[in-house]
């Protein structure tokens, strides 16, 4: 009955809706859920400041509930983007709310992590319990998952068109063609849809007025995206050297939370504004667009949020990523008589766009997020920064097909 109701009720378009529907559904209905809690822990931690002290035991746990329960969960976003491109078994349901308790439990207790993976882990494993249900090939199945990571991504961040094109462009660079366009933008579209209909909201930001197009703006733009490109370069060596660090120096991947959960704990305790850098950080990451930031705000974000996320803290890395772009930016516009404001816009995306391998998907964020009057300077500030990232970006399962160009 299944076999006839794949191959005879359906059309190949009408297939794709229907499981795009679907799909937007679970992960819009789960970034919701997961968006609501974040705020409830997020102001939690903010009445009772004596919650970090439990970080590095909370940590533990979050490692043991992995060890003891998600055989091969741990390895998050690297562990989607594998299947994609050599499909194996399907994404296992318990990624979801292991993902969802461990990054709510870093948040609660002050780890210095981002949100995005567990929406886009969240959205993969359970857009590929479909695949499961209806026995698809190999292919259907991959064009399902990437489908779920655009559909988490977008309902977190309420940029549907950009949560599609991360998705596919991440991917891509690993082999898969854009022919899951269609299912990742409706799939996108209805989960962002879905979220806001079940009470999500979405941090906004004001870029401020645009320079107008010219020759001295544009180079200037160039300018700053080579040194955004090289701070994500430096967030990508911070993080995947910690972690080696921690993977030689301590074998017992319950130990490594304790230890960086304790650091975390003394910096908190002993650092002047250190509560700036725990958690998301969006007061900071607003105030770029709207006030004043520190000029060490960007350096020392990408320092703890490197450290937790080496360290074994679950969240992810886009929303630090936008506070080390927006604030570096902020800086930066001074010095080369720009608006604040409008280079904070640029390096929110070009950072992303460097540290992800993601130039395209960043554009458009920026565009979402900004307006289209941003496009050409997002486009170039993400360029260049792309060009001089590096090839490995946050995601070490991703693979470069082609080298980028020298610079």
Not at 5 to 23: E, G, R
Not at 384 to 402: F, K, P, T
Request: glycine share 10%; hydrophobic share 55%; aromatic share 10%.
């Amino acid at each position: 009955m299944m076999d006839y109701f794949k191959n005879t009720f359906f059309t190949p378009a009408l297939k794709w809706v229907a499981l795009s529907c679907l799909i937007g559904v679970l992960a819009g209905s789960a970034s919701a859920a997961f968006l609501c809690a974040l705020d409830a822990v997020t102001q939690w931690r903010g009445q009772y400041r004596w919650l970090i002290w439990l970080l590095p035991a909370a940590g533990m746990l979050v490692a043991w509930l992995y060890r003891r329960y998600g055989a091969g969960s741990d390895a998050g976003i690297n562990l989607l983007l594998k299947e994609t491109r050599v499909p194996q078994q399907t994404v296992p349901l318990r990624l979801a709310p292991l993902v969802l308790f461990g990054t709510l439990t870093s948040h609660l207790f002050g780890a210095s992590v981002g949100r995005e993976g567990t929406a886009v882990q969240m959205g993969a494993a359970l857009s590929d319990q479909l695949s499961k249900l209806l026995r698809v090939n190999h292919h259907t199945r991959t064009v399902i998952v990437i489908a779920g990571m655009a559909a988490g991504f977008a309902s977190l961040f309420g940029t549907p068109v950009a949560g599609a094109v991360w998705a596919i462009e991440v991917v891509a660079l690993s082999g898969m063609a854009a022919g899951a366009l269609l299912p990742c933008l409706l799939s996108a579209v209805i989960a962002n849809v879905v979220a806001l209909m079940l009470g999500a909201h979405h941090v906004h930001y004001a870029a401020g007025a645009m320079p107008a197009l010219g020759w001295m703006p544009l180079l200037l733009v160039a300018a700053s995206g080579v040194v955004f490109g090289l701070v994500a370069r430096g967030f990508c060596g911070a993080i995947h050297g910690l972690a080696a660090l921690f993977r030689r120096h301590v074998a017992n991947s319950l130990l490594r939370p304790l230890i960086g959960g304790a650091a975390i704990v003394m910096f908190a305790m002993t650092v002047t504004n250190a509560d700036r850098y725990l958690g998301l950080g969006l007061p900071v990451l607003q105030a770029a667009f709207s006030g004043q930031v520190l000029p060490q705000d960007f350096l020392a974000k990408l320092g703890l949020t490197a450290w937790s996320i080496a360290s074994g803290f679950k969240g992810g890395e886009v929303t630090p990523l936008f506070y080390v772009g927006a604030t570096l930016g902020h800086v930066l516009a001074p010095l080369l008589h720009l608006p604040p404001p409008f280079l904070a816009a640029v390096g929110l995306a070009a950072v992303f766009a460097g540290a992800a391998n993601t130039p395209l998907a960043s554009t458009v964020i920026a565009i979402e997020l900004f307006g289209i009057d941003i496009g050409v300077y997002a486009a170039l500030g993400c360029a260049a920064s792309y060009l001089v990232s590096g090839r490995h970006g946050i995601y070490a399962a991703q693979r470069l097909l082609y080298p980028k160009l020298k610079v």
